[in-house]
């Protein structure tokens, strides 16, 4: 015995499965628009058939990037929709981001590396883009492992006194009297 999933009742007759459900022909609708269909073509939402007309109005998504509708494989990043070939690097890479770790800067993806170089805090020692916590001083921020005396290259503690020369690199107390 088979019950039908739009009306609850047993189908005595023909049975329509769709969905990992059993309906009578005539319950199998659209859940937006309450109407019977009838053709092969048809979407789900929520457990529920839907017609390609609903479908294409209520759920289906924009491509952020090219603004057409996505039919096949969507991803969904930064509060958007992207075609998948679309949701690519920001930088001059340009690799596909889906799936990976990204940034975002001013409503684009980064990946991790073109992020890090372009827009990164630059280390005042040795230039290179600094990812974790950095020590700020002498106007610029610093690895910590870089903050050290430019004369005699001992490590620069965060306690320590020091100064700046006209470079605004840092001289311990030791080297700076």
């Not at 805090?121 to 050290?148: D, M, T």
Request: glycine share 6%.
């Amino acid at each position: 015995m088979a019950t039908c999933y739009g009306c609850k009742e047993e189908i005595k007759d023909k049975v329509l499965e769709a969905l990992n459900k059993n309906w009578h022909p005539e319950h199998f609708a659209c859940k937006e628009c309450k109407k019977r269909i009838i053709e092969n073509k048809f979407h789900e939402a929520d457990g529920r058939p839907v017609c390609p007309k609903c479908y294409e109005v209520k759920f289906q998504a924009i491509c952020a990037a090219c603004r057409k509708m996505i039919t096949e494989k969507v991803v969904k990043a930064m509060g958007k929709a992207w075609h998948l070939e679309h949701f690519i690097c920001g930088g001059p890479c340009k690799q596909q981001l889906s799936g990976q770790t990204f940034f975002e800067r001013n409503g684009k993806p980064y990946c991790t590396a073109d992020y890090e170089r372009l827009y990164a805090p630059k280390c005042g020692g040795c230039k290179k883009p600094i990812v974790e916590k950095a020590i700020s001083a002498v106007e610029a921020k610093w690895h910590k492992e870089c903050f050290k005396c430019k004369l005699c290259k001992e490590p620069i503690g965060v306690d320590s006194k020091f100064r700046s020369d006209k470079d605004k690199q840092p001289i311990c107390e030791k080297c700076g009297i």
